[in-house]
């Protein structure tokens, strides 16, 4: 009988084989949720082609003007209106100024304006947002009512009244932005934290006595930072867009500094006989636009949760 039960249990355990043991193997590390969406981000090729065009963009700016012998302002009539060449890569313009280094040096206001923006947006939009959403009742109604009355203001008509304010140039844009460019971003927290401030961590930290500031910051604002940085990012071009308008209707940056608006507008009235002045603002905005918007595109892909694998 003790025979018949070793035979028994010699079938019933049987040595494990490496294929079987190795089933049950974890093959993909553990990732938080930044890596894994850095992960996802890196293979939206459009998205990494926004990025690696905005760094060239910023690098191209702000090395660029250093690196030449030239400024925005030189001015040459000897050589007005030449064509394209190995000497003037982008032409030159009406007063013999290189088309080329006027870029660079519009897109360090084009760039500075989105530094502003993003500025902005964090530091006002994101926190007047989740004050608002996290209060809730009468606090809540009160700073959306704000943020509706600064919302039905045109941008255009802001920026006249300031220019009569205090003058026209790159400083009016800049509090045009500041002053109206938050609400979208404010809108969008809001929404953010009036969901997410009844789970339960959020609870949990109440009932340990943490203040409503550290809530805020510590727990309800990173939360909500996926939709914050994406909603930036496709804001970014927007704010380009329109300092570039400002700027073509004669309300941006002064004579002789350069902006891809202005560029554009100085342009316009030679467009028959030397469209090739208008061709490098124009594309270069375009170019900027895209990047921004490819990225914003890959950035809601990959910090979507509900695409997390």
């Known amino acids: 009988m003790a025979e018949v039960n070793k035979a028994v249990i010699a079938d019933m355990w049987q040595p494990v084989s490496s294929e079987e043991r190795n ?7 553990s990732m938080t949720y930044w890596q894994d969406a850095w992960r996802r981000l890196k293979k939206d090729k459009l998205a990494m082609l926004g990025l690696i065009t905005i760094i060239l963009i910023f ?9 030449s012998d030239i400024t925005y302002s030189d001015q040459d009539l000897t050589r007005a ?20 280094i006027r870029v660079l ?6 760039l500075l304006v989105a530094v502003v923006a993003t500025v902005v947006n964090f530091f006002i939009g994101v926190l007047y947002g ?26 255009t008509l802001y920026a006249i009244i300031l220019m009569v304010v205090i003058g026209s140039g790159l400083k009016s844009i800049i509090i045009t932005l500041g002053t109206i460019y938050w609400v979208t971003m404010a809108r969008v927290v809001r929404g953010q934290v009036l969901s997410l401030k009844e789970q339960e961590y959020v609870l949990a930290a109440r009932t340990l006595g943490a203040s409503t500031w550290r809530i805020l910051v510590r727990h309800l604002i990173p939360n909500a930072m996926g939709p914050i940085i994406v909603t930036a990012t496709m804001m970014i071009p927007g704010a380009i867009f329109t300092e570039s308008f400002l700027s073509f209707i004669g309300l941006g940056v002064s004579a002789p500094m350069a902006s891809w608006g202005s560029l554009a507008s100085d342009a316009l009235g030679g467009l028959r006989s030397y469209p090739y002045q208008l061709f490098s603002p124009a594309i270069a905005i375009c170019i900027t636009m895209l990047a ?3 990225l914003g595109d890959g950035l809601r892909d990959a910090l979507d949760p509900r695409m997390r694998k």
């Not at 089933?23 to 590390?29: A, D, G, H, L, M």
């Not at 809730?136 to 941008?155: A, C, E, H, Q, S």
Request: glycine residues 12%.
């Open 81 to 100: 209106n030449e064509a394209p060449s190995g000497e003037h890569w982008f032409g030159t313009d009406n007063f013999g100024r290189d088309m080329y």
């Open 105 to 110: 040096y519009g897109a360090r206001i084009s």
């Open 23 to 29: 089933s049950e193997k974890i093959v993909r590390p």
């Open 59 to 67: 690098a191209i700016a702000i090395v660029g003007p250093w690196v």
């Open 130 to 155: 989740g004050i608002s959403g996290y209060a809730g009742g009468k606090v809540d109604n009160i700073l959306m009512r704000l943020v509706d009355i600064i919302f039905t203001i045109p941008v």
């Open 292 to 294: 921004f918007n490819f």
